[in-house]
């Protein structure tokens, strides 16, 4: 090793000493909020189990309301969602011996196989404060004795207050929300890191959507002032960054002289990022003028993550809504959610490996990745604990 | 954790030291009879490798006789078993390089490709006893070293004596025995465990047998008092305990009011199960009366076993043979093995995460449990010796 | 354990002590020339990736030159084979925010996304000697220090000396070279001691291409004399041995009458094995006269192995070539690279279990593994280095 690897080496070292909460949390941030499930994916009386940060959670809706509790019977720990058992309103039921669980505090209401059991009364499995808002079911996961929880506001995007047409925030009235969510392979950190990249334009500027808009993304994007990155900390309300595209901050790159490239297509088109705790992704006027995507990046264990991809936009009347039924349809989902994104999950999980075997001590981050250390440091800073692997809990 | 939670923990603890060995037998109990294939399985001059407790052995039928002998080469360590290489009657030879070994003694015969190697009569494959009864090959498994193994009938259930109709036992003359075995993906003591478990009817009640049968299995049943448990010490014989389904030891509960369910059908019906080491089931009466049932499991590694369903019944003469097929084809195989038990199956396999991390020490039993609770203290106090894992012991 | 064993336990472990750095080398031996694909799996311009022991690697041919460099970005560690990326003569980029590496010497010559990147000039991804010959791309894979790197004929066969009609050796002009590649999943040493093993002819003596010639290979052979094992110890060239099948050194077996069995074949044929380091293996006159067969066992991590068999005769023009194009598709390669060398595969295949659970100290080696011990004990004294597993390298 030669004395410039040997600096750089130390240099990466001290860097991340900065950030060292963030390299460890594997298993994600705990006491956030993440959603779990579109509203219309679990039906009155209905049960699913899934899991988020290593917490196995069943939701149950019952007569409109959803409760979500640990998905591990107490006496023989399987997951109840295996089979959804319902015998009252207000209970979820295990089908193998019948353990009977309040919905609301958990607690044991009764066995079926042993109505005068002992255990009845006594044993208890932990519920999960739920929030169903704007047509997606959100759980607060983490310590049971963490509260009260944090108002869901906390874990979302800001309201924007900077521009003179500002895009919708999931809670406003008058909003159309629509998305999708599936798996992927890898840390949800690398998925973070990837969707506020500043200079991951080289897998994008060919896209469908991109050259069927005649957009001009560039092709990479330095942070050259402070006004590049915006440090958000709410008082009480969202912590994150955000990528000020629209300011001198960053300096753009559309062609690179040293081996003849190009951005391609003539309109420019700054979509702005940012990002927030608890690992969640703000796009404005994406896919298209005055729209939204979200995307949250949910740990589910420590190497696969639930990608969500929403879209956000003002809509008031049915007309509007079928307007925005058919751009969703036949633009936004297959170009942007779909084709363009296919190419973001392929990143991230092409890191995998990389990451999982030592790679936060060997990776060389250049200019444009200031934005992922300051992402590194904030959310070091601001995050409400590290969630353990549930395998060390359990040992307890 | 509070005060219950640590007391009950305690509680758990103190329970969880009585039966020590129980929790160590990952691998199963050695020193023991297992089935190993059906008689009809096992052709002349036939060779299949299986794989009981960790041992890999390798099984040949000659001239109607079987034997059984280590299905790894001395040589080189591969399978004989997956060439099948019969060079005389009374050896099998490896397909690799022919070391060539007797049947009877396990000794080195020749070696095809080395006839005069040094080798020979100098390395030995270690045997396992043979007992092929009633249509099934039982193998003894466990330490070379030990001897004389037991007879096949310490291994097997006791014979009813105390039921005017008593069901038949395997080993009786004139007796039909029929049946199936397939993988389970589970640890085999939580097989063990479902087999006779009070209070796992809800995953019954309402199956096609009890159904179309009109029987009324109830929803759960408590032992109250001593006679609910039976144990049984034979000597030199089985060793189990039995649920006294048919005294007043146990209460059944057919109904359960605090979530308002009951118990469909309207015909009593009780199979009183036992259960034996080093691990298997007798249902009598089941799946119809005079018919009993016995299920195996055999350990195949410490994360699976083979689930054996054998029925046993009366049987003279050809014409009842006629119409026990006719029973086992038409009824018995699809409704009770079958449609009845593959919930059992799924039941056990859907423990295994749970107890493949920590869940023997975080199990919450209940009061039917105590029938688990017995059977873990006689299974630690009669077995003939833990199952050491394959590679430690090759590490030796 | 009696008297006998622990004797053979200690003579085993004595031996095993003289060739204890082979029993290290589950990784194989660095600092060696390894084939990586055939000249025409690799097109002008086209990138693809292969690890060799458990050097991932991107090659790309640009103008007809063959470019050979670690095949992870410095940046953020993906694969840049994943989708490839040229975008000059001279290099490779990176496809996800296009880390541009100079193909001759790996320097970072520009960063797509951002072209006044510090990091330009500083970063360098390792290269790999590359050496086309006779159809097949072999890199140089070990250490980045280790040079000058010896010829590739140092990692080759002898050219035969001892014949009146000796075989062709790869390099020489007007050769014949072609075969196939694919995976094994065996450790790589295993493949290789499979290769020239005078015991394993069981697997070969009813072999389609042995019946169709009416061939005899006899059963096995046993080294009698030190005439048996040649040793190739080549000033700067070939280290290896040879089975000296040709002379009297050896004993062949076609007959074994405690079991009564006899090769078959009438026409006796004696393809002399030789095996060099850094693992690859010399049949002479097979699968016909004149012809040999190469074979390399290339390892791919410490579990799997490539295994290359390829056939190498004189030809002399045109004619001279449909001929032998003729031979190869519907003789050689059906016949021999598949049918007959499809059972080698299966036997390593067969010993990986054993071999990776402790098998190295528990084999009973017999009377022809003479030339397996002489093997291993020159591979431990001739090799250049014992390779590192890839993880421990990375977390230095």
Same mark, same amino acid.
């Given at each position: 090793? #030669?004395?410039?690897?040997?600096?750089?080496?130390?240099?990466?070292?001290?860097?991340?000493?900065?950030?060292?909460? $963030?390299?460890?949390?594997?298993?994600?941030?705990?006491?956030?909020?993440?959603?779990?499930?579109?509203?219309?994916?679990?039906?009155? &009386?209905?049960?699913?189990g899934?899991?988020?940060?290593?917490?196995?959670?069943?939701?149950?809706?019952?007569?409109?309301?959803?409760?979500?509790?640990?998905d *591990?019977?107490?006496?023989?720990?399987?997951?109840?969602?295996?089979?959804?058992?319902?015998?009252?309103?207000?209970?979820?039921?295990c089908?193998?011996?019948?353990?009977?669980?309040?919905?609301?505090?958990?607690?044991?209401?009764?066995?079926?196989?042993?109505?005068? +059991?002992?255990?009845?009364?006594?044993?208890?499995? !932990?519920?999960?404060?739920v929030?169903?808002r704007?047509?997606?079911?959100?759980?607060?996961?983490?310590? %049971?004795? $963490?509260?009260?929880?944090?108002?869901? %506001?906390a874990?979302?995007?800001?309201?924007?207050?900077?521009?003179?047409?500002?895009?919708?925030?999931?809670? +406003?009235?008058?909003?159309?929300?629509?998305?999708?969510?599936?798996?992927?392979?890898?840390?949800?950190?690398?998925?973070?890191?990837?969707? /506020? +990249?500043?200079?991951?334009?080289?897998?994008?500027? #060919?896209?469908?959507?991109i050259?069927?808009?005649?957009?001009?993304?560039?092709?990479?994007?330095?942070?050259?002032?402070?006004?590049?990155?915006?440090?958000?900390?709410?008082?009480?309300?969202?912590?994150?960054?955000?990528?000020?595209?629209?300011? !001198?901050?960053?300096?753009?790159?559309?062609?690179? !002289?040293?081996?003849?490239?190009?951005?391609?297509?003539?309109?420019?088109?700054?979509?702005?990022?940012?990002?927030?705790?608890?690992?969640?992704?703000?796009?404005?006027?994406?896919?298209?003028?005055?729209?939204?995507?979200?995307?949250?990046?949910?740990?589910?264990?420590?190497?696969?993550? %639930?990608?969500?991809?929403?879209?956000?936009?003002?809509?008031?009347?049915?007309e509007? *809504?079928?307007?925005?039924?058919?751009?969703?349809?036949?633009?936004? %989902?297959?170009?942007?959610?779909?084709? /363009? &994104?296919?190419?973001?999950?392929?990143?991230?999980?092409?890191?995998?490996?990389?990451?999982?075997?030592?790679?936060?001590?060997?990776?060389?981050?250049?200019?444009?990745? #200031?934005?992922?250390?300051?992402?590194?440091?904030?959310?070091?800073?601001?995050?409400?604990?590290?969630?353990?692997?549930?395998?060390? !809990?359990?040992?307890?």
């Amino acid at each position: 090793m #030669d004395a410039d690897a040997r600096s750089s080496k130390a240099a990466r070292a001290a860097t991340a000493r900065q950030y060292q909460p $963030y390299l460890e949390a594997d298993w994600g941030f705990k006491n956030s909020w993440y959603p779990a499930l579109f509203s219309f994916e679990l039906k009155d &009386n209905e049960i699913k189990g899934i899991t988020i940060a290593g917490h196995e959670i069943a939701l149950r809706r019952s007569k409109g309301r959803v409760y979500a509790i640990r998905d *591990r019977c107490a006496h023989r720990g399987v997951r109840m969602s295996l089979r959804p058992t319902c015998l009252t309103d207000d209970t979820i039921s295990c089908w193998y011996h019948g353990f009977t669980y309040n919905l609301s505090d958990g607690r044991l209401r009764t066995i079926v196989a042993s109505p005068e +059991d002992p255990l009845i009364g006594q044993l208890r499995l !932990r519920t999960y404060p739920v929030a169903e808002r704007a047509g997606i079911i959100f759980l607060f996961v983490g310590d %049971e004795e $963490y509260h009260p929880a944090p108002p869901l %506001e906390a874990d979302l995007p800001i309201h924007i207050s900077d521009d003179p047409k500002p895009v919708a925030h999931l809670l +406003d009235p008058e909003v159309y929300v629509r998305g999708i969510h599936r798996l992927g392979n890898s840390n949800w950190r690398l998925a973070v890191e990837n969707g /506020f +990249d500043p200079g991951h334009l080289l897998i994008h500027w #060919d896209n469908q959507i991109i050259a069927a808009t005649d957009r001009n993304l560039g092709l990479g994007a330095r942070p050259i002032s402070d006004e590049a990155i915006k440090i958000i900390d709410e008082p009480d309300g969202p912590k994150g960054m955000m990528n000020m595209y629209n300011t !001198r901050g960053y300096k753009f790159f559309g062609e690179n !002289r040293e081996i003849g490239i190009k951005a391609r297509g003539r309109k420019p088109y700054y979509a702005r990022t940012s990002v927030f705790l608890p690992g969640l992704l703000l796009v404005e006027h994406w896919p298209a003028p005055a729209w939204a995507q979200y995307e949250w990046y949910v740990p589910t264990d420590d190497k696969h993550h %639930e990608y969500w991809e929403v879209l956000v936009g003002h809509c008031a009347g049915e007309e509007a *809504r079928r307007e925005a039924d058919y751009l969703y349809e036949h633009f936004f %989902e297959p170009l942007a959610l779909k084709d /363009f &994104n296919d190419n973001d999950l392929f990143a991230r999980e092409a890191m995998q490996s990389f990451y999982e075997h030592g790679g936060w001590n060997q990776e060389n981050l250049c200019a444009f990745d #200031d934005a992922a250390i300051v992402w590194r440091k904030i959310a070091s800073r601001f995050n409400r604990g590290i969630q353990e692997p549930p395998f060390r !809990r359990a040992a307890r």
